[in-house]
């Protein structure tokens, strides 16, 4: 486990950060800025489960939420310990199949309950679905940057992380549409509506 006792150190106030391994880089390394942004996807997250914990007919849901979010940790922990040789004493926590497969297996059971699309959802219905939303599009960000830093070369990102991070972003949108009254409360697009 992590202890921590004193918040500031200094040690970043020249613009610079330590990876897990101790190696020194910029704070807007694209591997930092990964982690990053997977750490605001899980503070939206959290800010969906204030409204999911309060509601018991998101409790399920709520649990699944913080099931991910324990989840997020582990890979910003991985993130922050980048594949290389030669491998570290210790071993690097890692997202693995199994944590991927658990995520398909959330999104199937919640939207084996969920109405068929007629048409994309617009963000938004209750306060914890437009915060799952805001989620959903930070991942989306994440991922993005995660595979821009998997193409750069000398940087290595497991299989399993990415494959998480795309899972990610579709069970947050499976989960807005359940809070959302299973459905019954998503907003859909109406194209051209208003012109």
């Not at 200094?10 to 020194?24: F, M, N």
């Amino acid at each position: 486990m992590v202890v921590l006792n004193r918040i500031y150190t200094r040690t970043g106030d020249a613009g610079q950060t330590s990876l897990g391994t101790g190696e020194r880089r910029p704070k807007n390394d694209l591997r930092v800025e990964v982690y990053g942004t997977i750490d605001e996807a899980n503070c939206a997250i959290g800010l969906a489960r204030v409204a999911t914990s309060k509601d018991p007919a998101c409790a399920r849901v709520d649990a699944m939420l913080l099931c991910v979010q324990n989840d997020m940790f582990d890979l910003g922990a991985d993130l922050c310990v980048p594949e290389a040789e030669p491998i570290p004493q210790y071993e690097p926590l890692r997202i693995v199949q199994a944590q991927v497969d658990r995520l398909e297996r959330k999104i199937d059971d919640l939207n084996a309950e969920l109405p068929p699309l007629m048409s994309f959802v617009l963000p938004g219905g209750s306060s914890a679905a437009a915060a799952l939303h805001l989620a959903r599009t930070i991942t989306r960000r994440a991922e993005r940057l995660l595979v821009a830093l998997a193409a750069v070369p000398g940087e290595r990102v497991g299989e399993p992380a990415l494959k998480y991070v795309n899972r990610l972003s579709d069970f947050l949108f499976v989960a807005a549409r359940y809070v959302n009254r299973k459905g019954e409360g998503d907003i859909l697009w109406v194209p051209g509506q208003n012109r």
